[in-house]
């Protein structure tokens, strides 16, 4: 080959390469963005399919009127809530069917399909048929003719029936059982416009039975009617009963405007200013006797100052002056972070029990012996130690101090909008969510389920999934109707 024929392929191949490089530049210049938008449009189609195949079989396939359980096994043989459980039985107990409903309930909000809003409005029905005549809710909700008559229902009340003897009516806020299906039955009636009138009447019903529930110093019992001679008509916070309380109140207020939960929601706040120890342990015990002393529940659980109910007690006031504006409900954490950062362990975890006065770790064997040392005779199934979110809560009180000393605190009660996010944000927000997304899409099955190793199908797997499909579906509708964002 002749010099000259060289010299003319290697400026052509210059002048491709240089080509190259500028249109890979003018991509980078404009953000990717004719390909990012093609490969979105095609995640959003795979993720709209997805979320719908997925809903379809939970709904149509696992559901018992509308309600759910905890787990499944594959072929359905087998299902469980906390306990096994039979095929006409459902779980109010989160990951449960108000879990399940508000799982529906994000994924109609994220694509507006009107299935969804029904599958949600369906688990608010078998809450609406299993909820007692006192307002509340047990554990679980049986559909069976024979087995359902164990409890006397809101319904048999409203027909005139009689409780039967042995009929059970005493609701549990144990494990956020009555609030969190009054979240749901809440929700779905703004959802509604408040004009399905069976939905609406349960849930006003419902909200009622909170209010009855409550003591004339703001705090809630575990269980309601009362058992005068059990822990559970103690003052309790174990497991949240309290905390749950107010953020129902709180949202009650929010949606009907009611200043009833408004006032329950801050008397409950006002127990919890009311029961914090003195110094130097100044957390809070898990419950109180009604002479307001540390009181012992169930056998491994004593009385004593607990790291798990410090730290949610401290989020609850956040929430509260949030919701406020009132310096009293911030004025005990500053205390309780001492203690708590004094009351660390070796291994950088908090326990869950402190000795009163003494301040010594405390756990229960398995033979319920109370001792002062962590190891395999300590009693298994309870989270003894544990990080409880004490970090992450501190540093959010801090947070809260900086935005207050600068004026920008957001406040929960009537808060400002939020500010409409640019055309590039969403662009970048689906791009944070999608690797979650298309893992959800992946990892479901041809006929629409997320089965573990196992064999199992779990609510907590629907739950997280169809709400990471639902993230990205909804930061894909706001980008449409954002400036710039077609």
């Known amino acids: 080959m002749k010099l000259c024929s060289i010299t003319k392929c290697a400026r052509r191949l210059v002048t491709f390469l240089c080509l190259g490089v500028y249109l890979a530049g003018l991509i980078v210049l404009t953000g990717g963005r004719a390909s990012a938008a093609d490969d979105h449009d095609q995640l959003v189609g795979e993720a709209r399919a997805a979320l719908s195949r997925a809903a379809r079989y939970f709904h149509d396939e696992i559901a018992c009127h509308g309600g759910y359980l905890w787990r499944y096994k594959e072929d359905l043989s087998e299902r469980e809530g906390e306990d096994p459980a039979t095929a006409s039985q459902i779980w109010v107990q989160p990951p449960g069917t108000p879990a399940v409903g508000m799982t529906f309930l994000s994924a ?7 299935f969804l809003l029904q599958a949600a409005r369906d688990a608010a029905g078998a809450l609406i048929w299993g ?11 049986d559909f069976d003719p024979e087995e359902s008559q164990r409890w006397y229902y809101r319904r048999d009340k409203e027909a005139g029936v009689e409780q039967a003897a042995g009929q059970q009516n005493q609701g549990t806020f144990d494990d956020n059982m009555s609030q969190h299906a009054l979240r749901l039955l809440m929700t ?5 416009n408040f004009k399905d009138e069976d939905l609406h009447h349960a849930t006003l019903y419902g909200l009622q039975f909170v209010l009855n529930a409550q003591f004339p110093n703001g705090a809630w019992p575990q269980r309601w009617p009362l058992w005068p001679e059990h822990f559970s008509a103690y003052y309790t916070f174990n497991d949240k009963a309290i905390n749950d309380c107010i953020t129902v109140m709180l949202q009650a207020y929010i949606i009907y405007g009611d200043e009833r939960y408004f006032t329950a929601a801050k008397k409950g706040g006002d127990f919890i200013i009311l029961s914090q120890l003195p110094k130097p342990q100044a957390g809070w015990a898990q419950q109180y006797d009604w002479d307001m002393r540390p009181a012992w529940a169930r056998v491994f659980e004593p009385p004593a100052c607990n790291g798990s109910v410090t730290v949610s007690n401290i989020a609850t006031l956040v929430t509260l002056y949030r919701a406020t ?3 009293r409900y911030l004025a005990p954490i500053p205390a309780a972070i001492e203690w708590l950062q004094a009351s660390r362990l070796g291994n950088g975890r908090w326990a869950r029990f402190y000795e009163l006065e003494t301040n010594r770790p405390l756990y229960v064997t398995k033979d319920d012996e109370v001792v002062y040392v962590y190891d395999d005779r300590t009693r298994a199934g309870y989270a003894w130690q544990g990080d409880y979110g004490i ?14 000393a600068a004026g920008k605190v957001q406040w929960t009660i009537s808060p400002p909008s939020p500010e409409s996010r640019t055309a590039q944000e969403l662009r970048a927000e689906l791009d944070r969510l999608a690797p979650a997304a298309r893992e959800a899409i992946d990892s479901l099955d041809e006929r629409g389920r997320w089965v573990r190793k196992n064999g199992w199908i779990y609510c907590r797997d629907f739950n997280t999934k169809m709400g990471r499909l639902s993230r990205y579906l909804a930061a894909a509708r706001e980008l449409k109707s954002a400036p710039g964002g077609q």
């Open 188 to 192: 779905v009636d703004h959802a509604l």
């Open 325 to 327: 504006e009132d310096g």
């Open 108 to 114: 109609y909000e994220a694509t507006g399909s009107p």
């Open 131 to 141: 909820q007692l005549a006192c307002g509340g809710w047990h554990y679980k909700i």
């Open 391 to 404: 970090e992450r809560m501190i540093t959010e009180y801090e947070a809260l101090n900086e935005d207050i």
